[in-house]
């Protein structure tokens, strides 16, 4: 059985590399917004080198672990404060506490949901399904990308996953700061700043994504 600190740290270097995950995601998904045509044809050659490369293949299971036992820790830790009565009911942060630090539970619980249904229409499909292949023989991920995006409850629920996704960074990479030891007055705040910073812009970034194309390809 892992201790409290061992599943605090275990829950940081997880969050950590999903965060990092997060990036490299995003900045692939940059490519979205080039012209249509361009956009067409480079969105696809770059998913079918990342599904043929065997690097990356190897950091996919490294992130279907941690998503997996990121989930799990979350769900053992909040299930262990609410037995325990909250850990805020003991050191009376409660009222100084952010709402989205007291409800990491719920939120996690929302982007996992959301996580099935990404996953469910893209990943699945692309990996499982018979997409169309585009002009260079390429599986068409980015027509698929489309067609998703154009459905506008789809979008919405993507634009409220980001919003409640932002909340889960910017306390996520907070308490990973101090879970690593980094708490230190002369650096808290500048890694505070930092954070929140990151959680804003790509969160945001993901959530103008879906908006874009929906507004484009209708």
């Known amino acids: ?13 997880t969050g950590l590399f999903l965060s990092f995950f997060l990036l490299i995601h995003f900045l692939g998904n940059l490519q979205l917004f080039l012209p249509q045509e361009q956009a067409h044809l480079q969105f696809n050659a770059y998913s079918h080198f990342l599904s043929g490369n065997i690097v990356i293949k190897i950091v996919s299971y490294v992130l279907y672990t941690s998503i997996i036992l990121h989930a799990i820790d979350g769900l053992i830790i909040t299930l262990k ?39 469910q229409n893209f990943w699945y499909v692309y990996k499982f399904g018979s997409p169309p292949l585009d002009n260079n023989g390429n599986k068409d991920l980015y027509i698929l990308v489309v067609t998703v995006f154009k459905e506008w409850w ?4 993507y634009v409220i996953s980001m919003a409640v996704l932002c909340y889960h960074l910017i306390h996520g990479i907070y308490s990973a700061i101090r879970t690593l030891g980094l708490y230190h007055p002369k ?15 790509i969160s945001i970034g993901f959530a103008i994504m879906p908006i874009y194309i929906f507004f484009t390809a209708n």
Request: glycine share 8%; aromatic share 14%.
């Open 81 to 119: 404060n609410k037995k325990t009565g909250g850990q805020y009911k003991t050191d009376r942060r409660g009222r100084a506490s952010k709402w989205y630090s007291r409800n990491m539970g719920i939120l996690g619980t929302l982007l996992l949901i959301f996580l099935v249904i990404h996953f």
């Open 1 to 13: 059985m892992l201790s409290t600190l061992s599943r605090k740290m275990l829950m940081c270097l």
């Open 187 to 201: 650096f808290v705040k500048w890694f505070k700043t930092i954070g929140i910073a990151y959680s804003v812009i």
């Open 154 to 157: 789809y979008v919405i629920i």
